[in-house]
């Protein structure tokens, strides 16, 4: 869905009524005047759609950005189940909710030893050999890259930056309409705005739901890996005295490298969040919310 098309959408699920001003303008062949257009919209319609970039200075007036997009937007259907709002579906499937369990229930690995030991002595089977190969720095830096990996493809597949990015600019809208209200006080405008917004609580929760939904798998790959790393340190079965951190000199595994922060989860941290960088730009992934 392209910026305009999209902006259509997003004008017809605030105001069902300006579908009749876009079509009378696509229906009107070349730029138009607020005199021209005057009889067909009021002032507060061509004010919008000037302020939404679908309406664009001509020189001897005003033409639409791309009347393409907006008959594509005006064809779509703006109508949802829950009524005006985001049009999305958060809803979770059975495996995400199993995955969530799982990782969860192992999270508990922490404090439970026996929970704890059954995961790290599992996992050991097929990381044991790359711990007899590499030293334990090198183990680490392999893991981030992996799991770093693995976290930006599932944030790039399961989360739905378009809607989030719809989302987000519907609440911009939301709060300019409302400066520019409040500015020159028009008060049946600013009690339609509070019904909007909250009508939009909804649509907020959704959002919540869509973030947190990748989150549950990164976890349950994510987890396993910490669970195995503090069951190495734990029982002693690390080789190597250390790893020299920048600024920070040479530390042991177990020692305190900011303040409780052990230094082997400070070394996961600093090579997954190099490595994801470099990943996600590599790899071109889309993790965050378009508002371009």
Not at 14 to 24: G, N, T, V
Not at 84 to 95: A, C, R
Not at 186 to 200: G, H, N, V, Y
Not at 212 to 221: A, D, K, S, T
């Amino acid at each position: 869905m392209g910026r305009i098309e999209r902006k259509v959408d997003e004008l017809l699920r605030e105001d069902a009524s300006m579908r009749e001003p876009l079509e009378f303008l696509l229906d009107h062949d070349g730029p138009i005047t607020w005199g021209e257009a005057s009889e067909e919209m009021s002032s507060g319609e061509w004010g919008r759609l000037i302020e939404k970039g679908v309406l664009t200075d001509a020189g001897e007036g005003f033409e639409l950005a791309d009347a393409e997009e907006v008959e594509a937007g005006l064809a779509e259907d703006t109508e949802s189940d829950d009524g005006d709002g985001v049009d999305h579906d958060s809803s979770w499937s059975q495996y995400d909710k199993l995955a969530g369990v799982a990782a969860v229930s192992m999270m508990a690995g922490y404090a439970i030893t026996p929970i704890g030991n059954a995961v790290g002595s599992t996992l050991d089977l097929v990381l044991g050999p790359i711990q007899a190969a590499l030293p334990f720095y090198g183990v680490i830096l392999v893991l981030a890259v992996l799991t770093g990996l693995v976290t930006s493809l599932l944030q790039a597949n399961l989360m739905d930056t378009e809607v989030m990015a719809q989302y987000q600019e519907q609440m911009k809208s939301m709060q300019q309409r409302r400066k520019d209200a409040q500015e020159r006080g028009d008060d049946e405008e600013l009690e339609r705005i509070q019904e909007e917004q909250m009508e939009a609580m909804g649509d907020n929760i959704g959002m919540f739901k869509e973030q947190f939904r990748p989150m549950v798998w990164i976890m349950l790959v994510t987890i396993p890996v910490f669970l195995w790393m503090y069951w190495m340190v734990r029982n002693g079965q690390v080789t190597g005295a250390g790893v020299t951190m920048p600024l920070l000199g040479e530390r042991g595994w177990t020692e305190g490298a900011l303040g409780p922060l052990r230094t082997w989860i400070l070394w996961y941290f600093l090579c997954s969040m190099s490595f994801n960088q470099l990943i996600r730009k590599s790899l071109n992934l889309q993790t965050t919310p378009d508002t371009s």
